[in-house]
């Protein structure tokens, strides 16, 4: 580390900037180091500056001006982190470090931008004609198998990249059945999402299905954007508000009782606008009354019930997706969702709850950490002898597929709901 001796004249030496802005919730860490073991990075690096605990210590260096802003080592601790937040779950002092770690980020951005690679990426999510363009792109490369024979022949990250894409297939095959419930719970909009709606739109239907036979009335929220999170866990706080706005508008004209999603890291974002936004008077309530509308599809469906389907003979071990079960702190429902389903055989799956190494757009710009957060999940998922390993995120569905798929496994990764979606086909058949 090149850290210099500080030469701040004041008690911060980066006033105003967001680290500084959230420094109540550094200053709750006591450092006890519970966080460590829950830490992929810790664990595949062996460095505790790669640790929880050891980049908030880094984060006070910060604010202290013993650790000058522009620091090339120090900023690559920060990059190395998953953002996945097991340590959340972990302290015992309830230290809000996803809040800080995108706090840290925005601060150092102003000095020095992300890489080429993430603001490219970043500038995709953000402009919705782009993302299409993207999307299409991915669904032609997949309709034609040209990813499926170029994955193999192209190694490191490209190779990986269309390995991901052919891991969009659909893991199902999908019988039409006619059947909804009354609507009486209410009425839902779903966030359609950019890779849910892009290379997963059978799966968007398939929610909308599900919460419809479960007595779910869905409706539309036109004029949608990406919902912020991939911006906000670079450090691009302001995309993220820009895009929160958006979305809050969309949802509003909706109506709805219920903001739903079906993918974990989106519906983690959604529940935490009223946080983003808490200091634009304009948008505070409006962001913290969406936000409170906020559900993950399977907390709707475990409320329900949910109704059981027709029978699936199969194998199924689940992965807890990180943003689920550590920012959104929702464990059951998920499991209870697959409990509907009459025939399934659930094997569990050890460390279900430890990252996987995809995290957003972080497999493409640190592939080969990622790589290393990735085998152990494999080699448990392989234990579990499982057809299919369900997780609620596209992200996670993608890292895990692609890496099945790279091995050779016959195990493919699939969405709880399009689980459910198929029995109720089985039942109606």
């Not at 595949?44 to 260096?61: A, C, F, K, Q, T």
């Not at 949910?306 to 699936?312: D, E, I, M, S, Y």
């Not at 209870?336 to 957003?360: R, S, Y």
């Not at 609620?392 to 969405?415: E, F, K, V, W, Y």
């Amino acid at each position: 580390m090149t850290a210099t001796a500080p030469t701040r004249t004041a008690d911060c030496a980066l006033p105003g900037t967001p680290l500084a802005n959230a420094r109540a919730g550094l200053d709750s860490c006591v450092h006890c180091g519970f966080c460590m073991q829950s830490c992929p990075t810790y664990l595949v690096l062996e460095d505790e500056n790669d640790s929880p605990r050891g980049r908030l210590l880094l984060m006070r260096s910060l604010l202290d001006g013993s650790l000058p802003v522009d620091d090339p080592v120090g900023r690559a601790h920060f990059d190395k982190c998953l953002g996945c937040r097991a340590c959340e779950t972990a302290c015992p002092s309830g230290v809000p470090y996803g809040q800080l770690l995108e706090a840290t980020r925005a601060t150092l951005t102003q000095r020095r931008p992300l890489p080429m690679m993430g603001r490219l990426l970043l500038a995709v999510f953000a402009r919705p004609m782009l993302m299409r363009l993207a999307m299409a792109g991915g669904r032609l490369l997949r309709a034609s198998r040209l990813s499926a024979v170029l994955a193999r022949l192209l190694p490191g990250r490209l190779g990986f990249a269309l390995h991901m894409v052919e891991a969009t297939r659909t893991a199902v095959v999908r019988k039409a059945y006619v059947r909804s419930g009354s609507g009486s719970r209410g009425t839902v909009a779903l966030l359609k999402g950019c890779v849910m709606d892009g290379l997963y739109a059978d799966t968007n239907a398939a929610t909308e299905r599900v919460l419809a036979v479960n007595d779910y009335r869905c409706v539309s929220a036109d004029g949608q954007a990406c919902c912020g999170a991939l911006h906000a866990h670079a450090g691009d706080l302001v995309g993220a508000r820009r895009m929160a706005k958006r979305n809050i508008e969309a949802f509003e004209r909706s109506g709805a009782g219920f903001v739903v999603s079906n993918a974990a890291g989106c519906g983690a974002m959604l529940k935490e606008y009223g946080q983003l936004l808490a200091d634009e008077p304009d948008w505070a309530d409006r962001a913290a009354r969406i936000a409170h509308r906020s559900r993950d599809v399977t907390e709707l469906l475990a409320e329900a019930g949910p109704v059981a389907g027709g029978r699936l003979d199969a194998v199924v071990t689940y992965d807890a997706p990180c943003h689920l079960i550590h920012a959104q702190r929702v464990a059951a429902p998920p499991l209870a969702v697959l409990a509907a389903i009459p025939g399934l055989t659930m094997v569990p799956l050890v460390d279900a709850e430890f990252c996987c190494g995809a995290a957003g757009i972080y497999n493409l710009l640190e592939p080969d950490i990622s790589a290393a957060v990735l085998e152990p999940k494999l080699a448990y998922i392989a234990d579990t002898r499982a057809q299919f390993v369900a997780t609620g995120n596209p992200g996670c569905m993608m890292q895990i597929g692609a890496g099945l798929r790279r091995d050779g496994s016959a195990t493919r990764a699939i969405h709880p709901v399009d689980l459910l979606d198929a029995s109720y086909a089985a039942r109606d058949s």
